[in-house]
């Protein structure tokens, strides 16, 4: 399978496919007699298995130490590999209380403005004396 079809199939631009390769995030893919990738059903498992990870947010680096450490394929990595996500799931939980922290901030404006707005409002449209 080519890039683009492969691109189609997992929802990845096909330059993301290749920076991914060129990281080494994934393994080199296998060209064909013109040059062009081949990519195998092991290819898309690893370009799969790298999407879930990094649609989850965890970042490039942590991506890239965690398959490292799968790479070594050794038990003494198992709790490596589990910090490596206990660490990236903090991540996330902190940007999620700052998002809702934003939110709050936000509709506490929105409420105030609406009570300004609607005061304003009204006394356009009142009977003056």
């Not at 096909?14 to 007699?33: C, F, K, V, W």
């Not at 590999?81 to 506490?108: F, G, M, N, P, W």
């Amino acid at each position: 399978m080519n890039i683009k079809k492969a691109s189609e199939l997992l929802g990845l631009s096909s330059d993301t496919i290749r920076y991914y390769e060129r990281i080494g995030l994934i393994p080199p893919i296998q060209r064909n007699s013109a040059g062009i990738r081949d990519f195998s059903e092991q290819d898309l498992a690893a370009l799969e298995f790298v999407r879930c990870f990094r649609s989850a947010g965890v970042s490039v680096e942590s991506l890239m130490n965690y398959i490292h450490l799968c790479q070594d394929g050794e038990e003494q990595h198992l709790e490596k590999r589990r910090a490596i996500l206990v660490d990236e799931r903090e991540k996330l939980q902190k940007k999620a209380d700052e998002l809702l922290s934003a939110i709050s901030r936000l509709d506490y404006k929105i409420e105030n403005y609406e009570r300004v707005i609607v005061k304003k409002e009204k006394r356009l449209f009142e009977k003056g004396d």
